[in-house]
């Protein structure tokens, strides 16, 4: 045991006020918990992810994370039951003259329980074989009811195509899946927001897993579909790449880049305007998160603002074979641009991200 160091935290009246609160002293973040006339002290960064326990809550005899959610015992530092081997220091705490005394020089060890790492954190490789391409449905639809989406329609007609090719294709409706909404982790701190996203590793039961493993490591290229909604892409496209955010954000903290040589393109239709704005919106989302685009890489529908008789434009998508045509010419240029690039003739561009973050974010862990 090292010779006691005694730091001077502040009153115990004062401090008692609030069951748990973080303090910084010499550099040193604290978690500091009053329970039944008790107070302790343990290390304020979680094992997880650094996350700050002081500004969690106590639940019982824990200190939850308002990161992610993990939980430490308020007095021993160990995780809640099933997980004791993540265990975080604990600090002695006396109180002297109604001051309150913490000795930082003998916390009690930090352990971590080894956990195997989530199976879409493995390294992103291209296997062999053939250009493979994902059609993803934002089309929003009630279960067991279905019914004719003009953007479902030229997307079978873009994915046929992709097939008669020679690829290698698969679809994911999104409204098939399950997937909780984005939690906004990132806006609590950069590192806050994690690959996976923190959701999907802590909910087995969120699907948004297939949408990550097709996008990240199966695909060459992503056909994405969307209905305009009030001038807008879908509230299922929105749900999808809210949860995306944990893609982009590996290029901003980690400089890892998780989409390398894809192509992306897009069809968009609807009963009203506003194509460009939708169109605009999903190609500057799909460059932040590294997809190529090939020329003219969307197409797109639409009767105008006073077109209010959506059953005849229902009636016109399904008869049109321009578009159905149109929607076959962009699976191909979609699938030249993914072979360009899977074969290496378009050399991945450095970029410094000047604006955003021209340099590794690099937080260092407290104790």
Request: proline share 6%; aromatic share 8%; net charge neutral.
């Amino acid at each position: 045991m090292a010779e006691p160091e005694w730091i001077d935290l502040g009153s115990f009246e004062e401090l008692s006020r609030r069951e748990l609160q973080s303090m910084t002293v010499r550099r040193v973040r604290l978690a500091l918990c009053y329970r039944n006339g008790e107070l302790t002290a343990l290390s304020g960064s979680c094992n997880h992810a650094g996350g700050p326990l002081g500004d969690g809550r106590l639940e019982g005899d824990y200190v939850v994370c308002p990161w992610h959610y993990w939980k430490f015992h308020r007095a021993t530092g160990m995780g809640e039951p099933g997980f004791e081997e993540d265990r975080v220091p604990t600090y002695p705490l006396k109180v002297e003259g109604g001051r309150v005394l913490v000795d930082l020089a003998n916390p009690t060890p930090r352990s971590r329980k080894p956990h195997a790492p989530h199976p879409l954190a493995r390294p992103v490789v291209r296997e062999a074989g053939p250009i493979r391409v994902l059609g993803l449905s934002t089309t929003v639809m009630t279960p067991g009811e279905p019914r004719y989406s003009t953007s479902d329609a030229l997307l079978a007609s873009a994915l046929e195509h992709a097939a008669s090719l020679g690829c290698e294709t698969k679809r994911i409706d999104l409204r098939e899946l399950s997937f909780r909404a984005c939690e906004g982790f990132y806006s609590k701190g950069a590192r806050a927001c994690t690959w996976p996203c923190s959701i999907t590793q802590m909910d087995r039961r969120d699907q948004m897993e297939q949408v990550y493993e097709a996008l990240v490591h199966w695909a060459d290229a992503v056909l994405v579909a969307t209905p305009i909604r009030w001038g807008a892409a879908s509230s299922l496209y929105y749900k999808m790449v809210e949860r995306m955010n944990c893609i982009q954000n590996q290029e901003t903290i980690a400089r890892r880049h998780l989409i390398v040589n894809k192509a992306a393109a897009f069809i968009i239709t609807g009963g009203q305007d506003n194509v460009q704005a939708v169109a605009g919106q999903l190609l500057g989302f799909f460059a932040e998160i590294g997809c190529q685009f090939p020329p003219f890489p969307y197409i797109a529908h639409s009767r105008g603002w006073s077109a209010e008789d959506m059953e005849n434009n229902v009636r016109y998508v399904a008869a049109s074979e321009e578009l159905h045509a149109a929607a076959r010419a962009l699976a191909e240029r979609t699938v030249s641009m993914a072979r360009l690039l899977v074969a290496g003739s378009l050399a991945e561009a450095p970029h410094a991200r000047g604006g955003r973050k021209g340099h590794r974010l690099d937080v260092a862990p407290q104790s």
